[in-house]
């Protein structure tokens, strides 16, 4: 039996749901407490760099971030939502960072991308590109998972002069980079290289000879020289490629797209600090090492290339000593090419490393990967401080106070039959219940439902709350109340049935209210369940039986179910199919194993 229970975070009901700027935003930086890092706890690597980066940049502890998520370079999106998306969406709100972090930093064994269909409306989308939503996703805007999401950071046709420090007072992302490369080793010298940069080196803009490419890098060298950076510009334009060059800053090229770079490494000498990017595709596309006799190529023919293409690889740049880069982890079209004339300005005119890279990168939930430490900056480290990044958190709403702000205009569009007083508290059980305060929750949604007797939402979350503070009368009437706004309410239907068969003892007047859930809902695994185990507490244990083999293929993969299906199964003398179904049980969840039904169970299965 299964009564449905109220999500911790991306809430349904709540979801349906002034700085003076200094006028020389090269000067201006933020600190390691607007970083968090990710570490991926299946995977050693990701533990090893994760912790060297926290204990070298000093971030809090409340900014190391923990996922369990597969170390396969590629995953399925659903899985992405599950094991990554959500569970740091629930750490940030948690721990009240949602405004405060500015960077996410991955760690090699977080999933580079996320498995979809390719094409200017694909579904495909680097995993870092993708998690730069999550602010958004946080606050309840819908976001379309096909194609791409412009960039509100982009710089576009705009002068340097215009770029400003970044901040959630005016954008609603986070700044997603990762700590990647072809070793672990290599990955954590890259850290090494980002505490020390140099500030002397050259802008080396390797061209082709044509296209939107060449004229972006011609741009990047006149911008550089207005700069006063004339005497550090490389502007290569013949057919020969830019070698040989130290100590290097910032490099630009058109990857294996030029005959003359499809080679392992440029022999380029970077100082520590340098930047690079190329005008390519699939350059990101994985971090495992190829062999030593691999080379990038022209070649259509599939026995000559690595890991799905021909192309360059941005591991080689890292393995060469670039500090930060970036790369596409699928075909990423002209329109996502990360655009020199910004990055490298940027860079030399103060701006950190995720700030240069994401100026100059005009899409998001797309191809985009940025390797590199975000705070690493050669130029201009003054730091801005908490009271010009943030706001002080909302009294109302226990939120921090951009978020709230950008929160509430979500939840009240959402929720047009909840008055305006009530929707501050409404927003605050959420809040509470992000912070696994469940009596503070209550508190706030009691208040809800005084300002909103009639509002559906509340009134079941709050049914749910006390349920599960074991305030089983008041749950009861509760639900009772809901399906009297609402006959065929699925949830009220079926958890009133739930508490009336299990915690009032009275199946018999559960029934009415399971069977009006399961017309309703008949695919929904839950409620079946709940309908078969009411059947089971009468004595109706064919019928039951029956039920469970439906039930057990809706949802293979819950425990509670199987458990329940062994039981039933037992019951009607069928010992082979409940020892089966106790193991898969058991297997999903072994902390069932305490449980006294299990216990009795297999006495019964001895016998």
Request: glycine content about 8%; proline content about 6%.
């Amino acid at each position: 039996m299964h009564a449905m229970s109220i999500p911790r975070a991306f809430a349904g009901v709540l979801a349906a749901v002034a700085v003076c700027w200094l006028d020389t935003p090269s000067v201006l930086a933020q600190s390691a407490e607007n970083v968090a890092v990710v570490i991926n706890d299946n995977s050693d690597d990701s533990r090893r760099i994760g912790e060297h980066y926290a204990k070298t940049r000093g971030l809090p502890a409340s900014n190391v971030l923990h996922v369990r998520t597969i170390t396969n370079e590629a995953i399925g999106r659903a899985e992405y939502v599950g094991t990554i998306e959500r569970p740091l969406g629930q750490a940030i709100t948690r721990a009240g960072l949602q405004d405060r972090l500015l960077y996410l930093v991955l760690t090699k064994g977080v999933p580079l991308r996320i498995l979809g269909t390719s094409g200017t409306t694909g579904t495909g989308a680097s995993v870092d590109s993708e998690l730069t939503l999550l602010y958004r996703r946080l606050v309840g805007t819908p976001i379309a998972v096909d194609g791409r999401i412009d960039n509100p950071y982009y710089l576009g046709g705009r002068q340097i002069s215009d770029a400003r420090p970044f901040t959630h007072r005016e954008h609603d992302i986070y700044l997603v980079t990762r700590i990647d490369a072809y070793t672990a080793d290599q990955a954590l010298a890259l850290i090494d290289r980002a505490q020390t940069p140099a500030k002397d080196g050259r802008i080396v803009l390797d061209q082709r000879g044509s296209g939107p490419g060449d004229q972006w890098m011609a741009e990047a060298a006149k911008r550089l020289s207005a700069q006063g950076h004339a005497e550090r510009v490389l502007l290569e334009s013949t057919a020969k490629p830019a070698r040989g060059e130290k100590p290097v800053l910032g490099y630009y090229s058109w990857g294996a797209s030029d005959p003359a770079n499809r080679v392992r490494s440029v022999g380029i000498g970077f100082a520590p600090g340098a930047i690079a990017a190329n005008l390519a595709s699939f350059d990101a596309r994985t971090f495992r090492q190829p062999p030593d006799d691999w080379q990038p190529t022209g070649a259509p023919e599939k026995a000559q290339w690595f890991e799905g293409s021909a192309d360059t690889l941005v591991g080689d740049l890292i393995r060469d000593g670039v500090t930060g880069v970036s790369g596409q982890v699928d075909e990423a079209f002209t329109f996502g090419a990360v655009r020199p004339e910004i990055l490298l300005p940027a860079y030399l005119a103060g701006f950190n490393l995720a700030e240069a890279f994401y100026l100059a990168t005009p899409t998001l939930s797309w191809q985009t990967v940025i390797v590199g430490d975000p705070l690493c900056a050669p130029f201009g480290r003054t730091l801005l401080t908490r009271a010009q990044l943030e706001d002080p958190a909302d009294p109302l709403t226990a939120y921090p106070g951009l978020f709230a702000r950008r929160r509430s205009a979500v939840v009240v569009a959402a929720n047009r039959d909840i008055p305006e007083a009530a929707i501050g508290p409404l927003m605050r059980s959420q809040a509470m219940l992000d912070r696994e305060d469940s009596a503070g929750a209550r508190q706030s949604l009691e208040e809800v439902v005084k300002l909103a007797p009639r509002a559906l939402g509340p009134l079941v979350r709050l049914a749910q709350l006390e349920e599960a503070s074991e305030a089983y009368d008041s749950a009861i009437e509760r639900y009772r109340r809901v399906i009297e706004l609402q006959p065929n309410h699925v949830t009220a239907l079926n958890n009133l049935a739930y508490a009336l068969a299990v915690r009032r003892n009275a199946p018999q007047e559960a029934l009415p209210f399971a069977d009006r859930a399961v017309k309703a809902a008949p695919g929904n695994a839950a409620v079946v369940d709940t309908f078969a185990w009411i059947q089971h507490l009468l004595g109706n244990n064919e019928l039951a039986a029956k039920l469970y083999e439906a039930v057990v293929r809706l949802a293979p993969g819950v425990a509670e179910i199987r458990l329940h299906a062994a039981l039933v199964y037992m019951a009607v003398g069928n010992a082979g199919r409940a020892e089966s179904e106790l193991k898969e049980a058991l297997r999903i969840e072994p902390g069932l194993e305490t449980r006294n039904e299990v216990q009795r169970l297999r006495l019964q299965l001895r016998r």
